[in-house]
């Protein structure tokens, strides 16, 4: 009895699911890219039309931490953290509020 060949088969579905995979990471992108760029020109037309000015610029940091934690068996483990905080600046318009970005 013959065994079907079945590595034809297993390869087009392997690559049909890459390319598929790869369309939607490639949406997903665009759509992030998207939103940001909306984002951005909402800001640009409302710090146009609310006067808004720099009044303020804060460097963003880095910080890296190391604590510990119990687990429900009593265990005490090493906990790690690190905590990325952007560069801002902050942008005073005429409604009086300060707007960080």
Do not use: H
């Amino acid at each position: 009895m013959n065994k079907p060949n079945r590595s034809v088969y297993s390869n087009r579905w392997e690559i049909t699911t890459v390319f598929i995979g790869l369309g939607v990471l490639a949406l997903l992108l665009w759509g992030v890219w998207a939103l940001v760029e909306i984002r951005n020109n909402e800001w640009q037309a409302f710090k146009e039309a609310n006067n808004c000015r720099i009044v303020a610029r804060v460097k963003g940091d880095v910080d890296v931490g190391i604590g510990t934690s119990i687990n429900s068996n009593g265990d005490i483990n090493p906990v790690f953290t690190t905590d990325v905080s952007p560069d801002m600046t902050g942008w005073l318009c005429d409604d009086g509020v300060t707007y960080w970005r």
